[in-house]
């Protein structure tokens, strides 16, 4: 379960992200959406354990991220929005070293390793350098190593970005299914049908401050007093 | 013309508008910048006063060999520009995302060939000038060079002289490219490295400095003649031979003698730049291309399915984080070319080095001359050192990238990884100044009738100066970091990579002046049977302990924080 509780991000005299509380419990799809420098890659690199909040709690799986970040890190997945792979690895490299760094034995990262090549369809070039893989199969090389260590949580920004439709539709089924299967998903994504479609709950940032959080039903309670559709909502709320 | 100089003004603006940043945290970085690089060019300058002083008038060495092994000196540096320029201009001609933009406009190659190479060598050399006017300045002031003079050799001199080694290096780059497709790209590298490495045995062999101490002594006290008759032939068609004439006749006060060697220099240098341009004219595309080739052929699905040395797929006896980083950084650094290349050179370098003076008769039994020849072979084992631990441990945080979020991220703690690499680091540097160290004492083992002093001494010295240097070098490296740089050799020649290098030749200075003293005490106990007190190896030990251990401190904890800050 994920839990922030006041969470301020300040750049020098810039509030990025200001005073936001949120729960997430087990098994929900969290879709986190706001328009571009809302704050929302930042939220998520304070989660990630890339940025230090200026003030506030972080919680992930009981395990706060300031006292305790690396119990909280191994339950823990992040994919960046930008796939940055180490260039001179090959894919199943890459996956390898991401398992070791999560401290699994080497016979389970093989498995795993396998299963996710096959799952992800990415075994034409998995054994290439990444230096050579377009914008998709980086994408789909970093999620695929995000889920090696089945993880209790996983933090993804952005994860559509140039995709081709197939690998999308295998990335949106792939993270469905986990959070059937009991993880936290908490999604970033500027495709407001994708969290429509995948989302059980929507948050929407603005300007630093978390100005919409509901249920899909809520959602639709709101949609109402305008035209019915989420982009209506969206935009006025992001105004 | 005009587009070429329409894209240089862009260039300079981009330029300027970086390195003269007006907010806070910039300047303060600036003003520490410049007080750091103006401390750094006064030492130069009076470490060059003082020993162009020291040789003149206490060994009396007299002008002629003083310049014959400036001669040596340039001879080295002209090797090095030319070998580093051969590197970083095989990533900024051929393998920049600038030069693919550019392709894709309406440049000719020959125009994109030209900013690329100037770029290069603009970026590459800067520190290099400084560097090179402070020891010029020191070293002129002595001699009494009028004011007019200094900018003078430093513009038809110094910088022709560098220009020269750099466009040898293009044109020896772009052979390489354009034959790497039949020969291969690793067999003519390793003919290049040998041919190089051969050049720099050959020079020495048969320049022998020992004879021509020998034979110019035999002329004392009238030592300051021009002996070119004890020159070997060849020597006369070297450019550092002709650097360093000029600066002999401008000693003597004979500048209308220094003029011939300048004009001769500039007329190579600017017949070699022309040769370039045609060359790059005719090649540089075709051999751009090559390297498409050349990356295709390493990149392939059957060759990264293969078991290699280190596979991630074999057991290790290692905890799986350590393990993954370990074969992580191994692979990342032995499938880059720039890397790999610039380490087996500067190896190649180091060997030829050690086998050059480990059988080396020091002969004469004079303490200033001996003690001068120790203090030299020991400031070049700490400079060999400082360089391999700029170019290969500074850039080493950076080199992580934008990728470093994949470690970031994961339950790692950063002093493991601080840790692991400057372990890693530490073993390389280490193993190196060990090897040199013995090397450079064997001779003086030999002349000292067995004892083993020195090599105590260079072995304590190689101890404490390689953990220092590796912990400035990563230290600082992670609170310079640039994630977005991917080049190695850019990172090594940045604005903070320059700062490091400074602070290290600082700590060469002081560990210089702090052994000189005992050293010249325990010189002349030996050839003049005088009493030598052993404490007096102790203070400068503790010295140089204590001074080492304030270094890795500090750098450790800056190292440590850097890590820390916002990804």
Redesign the interface.
Known sequence: MIELINVTKKFGSFTAVDNISLTVPKGEFFGFLGPNGAGKTTTI?MM?????PTAGTIKLCGFDTATQ???A??R?S?V?D?P???????G???M???????????KLI?ERVEMMIEHFEIG??V???T??YSQGMRQRTTIA?ALIHEPEIIIIDEPMVGLDPRSAKIVRETLKRKSEEGVVVFMSTHSLPVAEELCDRIGIINKGRLVFVGTQSDLAAYKTRYDGKFESVFLELTK | MALLLHILRYKFLSFFKTTFDLRAVSLVRGIGSLIVFGGFGLVAYVASYELTLFIMEKTRIGLFLYHRFISMMLFVFFMAVNMGNIIVSYATLYRSAEVIFFFTKPVTFTQIFLLKFLDNFLYSSTTLFLVAFMVLLGYGTYFGYPWYSFLGILLCVLVPFMFLSACLAVLVLMSVMKVASQWGFRKILVLIGSVYASLVFLFFRFTNPIRLVNQVSQYYPEVDQYFSQFDPGFLSYLPNNWVADVLFFFAKGEWEMALPFAATLLAVTAGMFGLVLFVAHRFYYRSWLVTFEVQASSNSVEAGRRMKLFDFRKNSLLPPQLEAVVKKDYFQFFREPSQWIHLLLMLVLVIVFVLSIRNLNLGLRITNVQALTYLVLYAFGVFLSCSLALRFVFPAISLEGKSFWSQLSAPLDVWKLFLLKFVISLFFILTLAVLVAVASNLPFVRLTERRPLLMYFGLYSAFWVSVALVALNLGFGGYFSNFQEKNPIRLASSQGATLTFLVSLIYLVTLIVVVSAPLLKYFESLFLFLPFDFRMIVVPGTIFGMISTAIIGFSVMIGLRSLQRDF
């Open positions: 690199k990630a354990g890339l940025f230090t970040p690396n119990e890190k191994m823990t992040y960046p930008q940055f792979l180490y260039d001179k690895l090959t199943r490299e890459f390898y070293f991401m398992g070791g760094l999560y401290k699994m034995e080497k093989q034409d070039w054994d290439k350098r230096e050579d190593a």
